[in-house]
């Protein structure tokens, strides 16, 4: 059973920094590319991050670009998401997403990032 | 970036009954994706590659379309398919999503 669980949410402040966590069991994590997808709490559904399957490859948009690295470690199967100069309009719940022929096949249960001073 | 507009914003069904919602793209798309999601859950894959239905997906459920313009149908309304639709695109970056279709139980 494909299983994805985040952690590493919190409260920070704006201009803050936090790391985000994504422990990945149930398939061959090293074969495919992970996204983390955030949900803003008007429940608005956006992408921020992707990383090919060996993890040479990284895309973002331009809202997080600068601010947000996605990196993983396929030894110990884990996605992760560091993210800098927070802002108020990153608040939001960040899934980790495993993407496959052009959609995320499987969510994790998310954890909540509160940008707020 | 591809803009999906999900139309309508919110919507209700009695039971057995046939609901359309759609998803228009800004630009044309090669397929459309489709995820349900209720309260304090994750979405969940519901329709990809426009019309084949995730894992598990009553077969009451069918997707269509092409170009700019998709469709989500629910032949008979049932009450647990109450819930919030989103439509996703990634034929050209960055992946994008719609604002959401939600729908009552009537």
């Known amino acids: 059973e494909v299983q994805l669980v985040e952690s590493g949410g919190g409260l920070v402040k704006p201009g803050g920094s936090l790391k985000l966590s994504c422990a990945a069991s149930?398939?061959?994590?090293?074969?495919?590319?992970m996204s983390w997808v955030r949900q803003s709490p008007e429940k608005r559904l956006e992408w921020v991050a992707e990383?090919?399957?060996?993890?040479?490859?990284?895309y973002y948009p331009d809202t997080v670009t600068g601010r947000f690295t996605i990196s993983r470690d396929n030894a110990k199967n884990t996605l992760y998401l560091e993210m800098s100069s927070l802002r108020s309009e990153d608040t939001a719940m960040y899934y980790c997403?495993?993407?496959?022929?052009?959609?995320?096949?499987?969510w994790g249960q998310g954890t909540t990032l509160t940008v707020s001073s | 970036q591809i803009v999906l507009t999900q139309s309508p914003a919110l919507m209700s069904a009695s039971p057995g009954e046939k609901v359309t919602m759609t998803c228009s793209a800004s630009?044309?798309?090669?397929?459309m994706y489709w995820y349900q999601q209720k309260p304090r859950s994750s979405p969940k894959p519901w329709i990809y590659?426009?019309?084949n239905l995730a894992s598990g997906v009553p077969a009451r459920f069918s997707g269509s379309g092409s170009g700019t313009s998709y469709s989500l149908t629910i032949s008979s309304m049932e009450a647990e398919d109450a819930a919030t639709y989103y439509c996703?695109?990634?034929?050209?970056?960055?992946?994008?999503f719609g604002a959401g279709t939600k729908l009552e139980l009537k």
């Open positions: 997403a495993r993407a496959s022929s052009g959609y995320f096949d499987y």
């Open positions: 149930g398939f061959t994590f090293s074969s495919y590319a």
């Open positions: 990383i090919s399957s060996g993890g040479s490859y990284t």
């Open positions: 630009s044309s798309v090669s397929y």
């Open positions: 590659l426009t019309s």
């Open positions: 996703q695109q990634w034929s050209s970056n960055p992946p994008t």
